[in-house]
């Protein structure tokens, strides 16, 4: 009896000591430093089909919240896209609706890789942004949201996830029809290095 006690005792012990790991490690926030404006560019191809696919040169203009969080405070938000603008554009041009300062497209942070306490990148969500497909037989207007990758520490460069799909929302075209998703695909430089550390 009196064994079965300390081994209950035991394991009482070590819930708790794991519980509290856990909540220490959850309470962890990430910074980003410096804050403040900041310029990313880069091509950037937006594709329907695999053979259908607009490649622009893009400049975004940035507002850095310097707001991190972890895996617990998914909705923070760690940078806002107040400008987008494309040049240099194949195969037809492609315009991103609506960033600017009144309504910004947020980075809505995701979750990071690597191990506490070294962080390698952040993933993070561009929420509501709108995609003008324009070709000289019509128009195709995608909407939605697409995630991104930061690249080395301190962050260089963004990355976007292909792989995301970004739905047809309005069809201007009789043929080809537009189809009923699309991807974005490319990377985009950092005018000034980001760091990131945990809080």
């Known amino acids: 009896m009196r064994g079965r006690n300390i081994a209950a005792a035991y394991v009482l012990m070590l819930l708790s000591l794991l519980s509290g ?3 220490a490690t959850a309470s962890r926030g990430i910074a980003l430093e410096p804050t403040g404006a900041n310029r990313a560019s880069g091509s950037i191809t937006f594709e329907e089909f695999e053979e259908d696919r ?11 919240t310097g707001q991190g969080g972890t895996s617990k405070s998914t909705a923070t938000v760690l940078t806002k896209v107040v400008g987008a603008t ?3 554009c194949d195969e037809g041009t492609v315009r991103m609706l609506a960033p600017s300062a009144a309504t910004p497209w ?6 990071y890789t690597g191990t506490l306490p070294r962080i390698s990148s952040i993933r993070f969500e561009l929420r509501g942004i709108g995609f003008l497909i324009s070709y000289l037989s ?3 207007l995608y909407g939605g949201n697409v995630q991104a990758t930061t690249v080395n520490s301190p962050i260089t460069s963004l990355r976007f996830d292909q792989s995301i799909n970004v739905p047809l929302v309005v069809s201007l075209v009789t ?14 430089a950092l005018e ?8």
């Open 175 to 188: 043929f080809p029809p537009c189809t009923e998703e699309g991807h974005l695909f490319g990377s985009l």
């Open 86 to 88: 494309a040049t240099e």
């Open 192 to 199: 000034r290095a980001i760091i990131m550390r945990l809080v």
């Open 138 to 140: 019509g128009r195709c």
């Open 106 to 111: 947020r980075a809505t942070y995701i979750t």
């Open 54 to 64: 607009i490649t622009c040169r893009w400049t975004f203009t940035l507002e850095d």
């Open 21 to 23: 790991v856990g909540t």
